[in-house]
């Protein structure tokens, strides 16, 4: 169980509502699996979800059900109720139709809420429509925020704790990831295939093994697994197909990204194949290798992440190869830096071209430069890294090691 420091990050988000002229909070879900905001607010797991209110200044209140109690109790919110506090059944029984409505009608005015409510919470775009439609037609008034939102904000910047949590999902990544090379390292080769157990080994297989390795260390990858052989790794979303044998001298991008049990995630890629590639796929390797080293030695704080964009670019740049900031670009460095890593693995900060954010203490972000091209596929060494004392420091404890 993740306990963040309540205070901290209320405070934050508090003097962020206020620059907005925001009066109250609303965060809703049926539940806190895939819904990120509910789970940060609320610091728990609640299977049925809830109901978090919060009116700036003020600490907030959690409204679960009866079965949820004790999961709530063990989160970072002191004042929790039940439904059956609020008579929910009899709201129920009399309306059905305005029956949530009038319970958030119930759970405001014992709060205080009376002016601009902002709602969070990941739900479907109709529902929060028509809770927002309801709650005008009870007087209520709500805002909508573009992004970055308050708590987009609030959540960007990671607690101690936070921090020690994704770093203990990245060690049990990273020991999947090893577990996994450690396994390639021992299979047989035989007239440029990869063998297992005498038969060609296929990204099928593979895939399987590492989700077994997963599941040993209690994470779940958020997507699919990306195992992508050359040359179809030119494309950086190719994940690989089952029925792709594995064979001598090509590039295998390995790209993993699990959520653990304490709802945080993690994301790392590794790239390397079996013998000596050839010349260019090497000289590949390095240039993408040492961006990620200079790119590490150059982001401070002083330095944002588009300029530590721009800063990768023009080192590719100068070895010959093309990118992004060129115009009408599809090979080379063709996509972004890196993104924010914390309940989600797509988040604030964005290192790109255009990124409006700074980097902070606290922040948790990859760090992925790689090389693309359709005649020898993809390359990409990615680690997470973690803001401290004003530098990143890597959270991903495995080697970069491009041939075995």
């Known amino acids: 169980m993740v306990s963040n420091d309540s205070k901290d990050c209320l405070v934050r988000l508090d003097h962020e509502l206020e620059k907005k002229g925001v009066d109250s909070v609303l965060a809703i879900g049926s539940s806190t699996s895939d819904n990120p ?10 299977p049925r979800g809830g109901i978090f209110v919060k009116k700036v200044g003020q600490a907030p209140i959690l409204i679960v059900s009866n079965i949820d109690l004790g999961n709530a109790s063990e989160g970072k919110i002191r004042e929790v109720r039940t439904y059956s506090d609020y008579n929910y059944d009899q709201l129920l029984r009399s309306d ?5 409505n009038n319970l958030l009608s119930r759970v405001f005015r014992d709060v205080g809420v ?12 109709s529902t929060i429509l028509k809770i927002s439609s309801k709650l005008k037609k009870s007087g209520y008034k709500t805002y909508v925020e573009s992004s970055p939102t308050a708590l987009e904000l609030t959540m960007m910047i990671k607690s101690n704790e936070e921090i020690d949590a994704i770093r203990k999902v990245g060690s049990d990544t990273c020991k999947v990831m090893g577990k996994t090379i450690s396994f390639l390292s021992k299979c047989k080769r035989d007239n440029k295939k990869i063998l297992f157990k005498d038969k ?4 099928s297989h593979v895939k ?8 040993q260390k209690n994470l779940i990858n958020i997507g699919e697994i990306i195992f992508a052989l050359s040359p179809q790794s030119a494309d950086p979303h190719y ?6 044998i594995l064979r001598e001298s ?21 790239t390397f194949s079996f013998g000596k590639p050839p010349t260019k796929v090497k000289k590949m390797y390095d240039a ?3 961006v990620h080293s200079k790119v590490m030695d150059f982001i401070d704080c002083e330095h944002s992440p588009s300029k530590t964009m721009n800063f990768a670019c023009d080192l590719f740049e100068k070895r010959g190869f093309p990118m992004l900031k060129s115009k009408n670009v599809s090979e080379g460095f063709i996509h972004s830096l890196g993104h924010g890593v914390g309940l989600t693995i797509g988040e604030r900060p964005y290192l790109s071209l255009h990124s409006d954010d700074e980097f902070q203490e606290g922040q948790v972000f990859t760090i992925e430069p790689g090389l693309y091209f359709k005649k020898y596929g993809g390359i990409r060494i990615e680690d997470t890294v973690a803001m401290i004392n004003g530098k990143p420091k890597s959270l991903t404890q495995i080697e970069k090691k491009m041939t075995f």
Do not use: H, M
Not at 96 to 100: E, R
Not at 239 to 244: H, I, T
């Open 208 to 215: 399987k093994i590492i989700r077994t390795f997963l599941a």
């Open 114 to 125: 009376n002016g601009p409510i902002v709602i969070y919470g990941t739900n479907k775009a």
């Open 200 to 203: 060609p080994l296929t990204v």
């Open 250 to 270: 090509q590039l295998i991008v390995f790209d993993v990204f699990p959520r653990g049990s304490n709802g945080y995630c993690f994301d790392v890629t590794r």
């Open 96 to 100: 059905l139709k305005n029956a949530y």
């Open 239 to 244: 994940a690989g197909v089952d029925l792709e």
């Open 37 to 46: 905001e509910l789970f940060y607010l609320a610091g728990c797991n609640l």
């Open 288 to 290: 993408v290798n040492e």
